[in-house]
């Protein structure tokens, strides 16, 4: 059945679903011309129902396969909060993407109202960007194995094959490596993040990168910034022990130490599958500005109470 309102149009349940469904819709289904932007919440009705007028996005499956048969361009739109605002947090503005197929009446075509805004997510400059992440069509190394068939002996081999994945943003990885960098220097080995304090120094930063969503490129990317924290540790590593001995003492050889990438990879960097994009139930747009007006009432009652005080005492 097709969506009847685009109010009942679906929210990913959080970031990385955000992430895993665009890079579906880019890579799997070819949807690569694409615009987007911001929404303040109360906007969003009016938003909607604009691009409704303009766009099929209302759509289901079976209506979507119809129209690509008839050369009609299949139309998606996306909704969600902000990256990174906590599951309890109201986003002071919400981010949306519309992306579009070839074919007639979609971001493509010449004669669509957005087509002068309209990028492509393959060109330089038309990438996809969410917060600290890019949506590439990258290049990897992925392992197979293969049964030889006169010894029957099982190898594995490495080939190169593109695909759409997300990467961690040059800009962002050129902050962290010199974060990195910096601690090294200043002897801040620092502590991983637990139940009682948060992470700080090298080992929370390390953490950190280790904690983003693991979409392959990502994951390489993390396994680099390993690897170029351990070169760099090595240098100063001597220093830290110096520094303090009563530590090293107790700890022996293990003092000052980073684990291994061997460690890191096999304990902390699991490769990325596919996650559930919805909530169950899934949760609507509609739903969504439900828990934005809920969550900011009681600062609207309390501003409103503020400022009934200051019209009674003008002195406050």
């Given at each position: 059945m097709s969506t009847h309102s685009p109010l009942e149009l679906l929210v990913p349940r959080n970031g990385t679903a955000v992430l895993q469904h665009l890079q579906r819709l880019v890579g799997r289904e070819g949807h690569q011309r694409w615009c987007g932007g911001k929404v303040i919440p109360t906007k969003v009705p009016a938003f909607l129902e604009k691009m409704a007028g303009r766009y099929p996005i209302l759509r289901n499956t079976r209506e979507r396969s119809y129209d690509r048969h008839r050369g009609r361009a299949v139309v998606h739109l996306v909704v969600s909060p902000q990256f990174g605002i906590a599951a309890h947090t109201p986003s002071p503005t919400l981010k949306w993407w519309l992306l579009s197929g070839h074919g007639a009446g979609g971001l493509a075509d010449p004669a669509s109202p957005d087509a002068h805004v309209t990028r492509d997510a393959m060109s330089g400059n038309g990438h996809i960007q969410v917060h600290d992440y890019v949506l590439m069509y990258a290049t990897k190394r992925q392992s197979h194995e293969v049964t030889d068939r006169r010894s029957g002996d099982t190898r594995r081999i490495w080939t190169d094959t593109s695909s759409w994945t997300w990467k961690i943003q040059q800009s962002v990885l050129a902050e962290v490596r010199s974060a990195i960098e910096s601690c090294c220097k200043a002897l801040e080995l620092g502590e991983e993040p637990n139940t009682e304090h948060a992470g700080w120094g090298l080992r929370g930063l390390l953490a950190a990168q280790r904690a983003r969503p693991l979409f392959s490129g990502v994951r390489n990317q993390v396994i680099d910034l390993h690897?170029?924290?351990?070169?760099?540790?090595?240098?100063?590593?001597?220093?830290?022990?110096?520094?303090?001995?009563?530590?090293s003492r107790r700890l022996g050889p293990h003092a000052g130490g980073l684990p291994s990438i061997a460690d890191v990879i096999a304990r902390d960097l699991p490769t990325m599958r596919q996650l559930k994009i919805y909530e169950t139930p899934p949760r609507s747009i509609r739903d969504l500005l439900a828990f934005q007006q809920e969550a900011l009432a009681p600062a609207q009652r309390s501003n409103a109470t503020e400022t009934h005080k200051s019209i009674e005492d003008p002195t406050r």
């Open positions: 690897k170029h924290a351990a070169e760099i540790w090595a240098r100063h590593r001597g220093a830290w022990i110096s520094a303090h001995p009563q530590v």
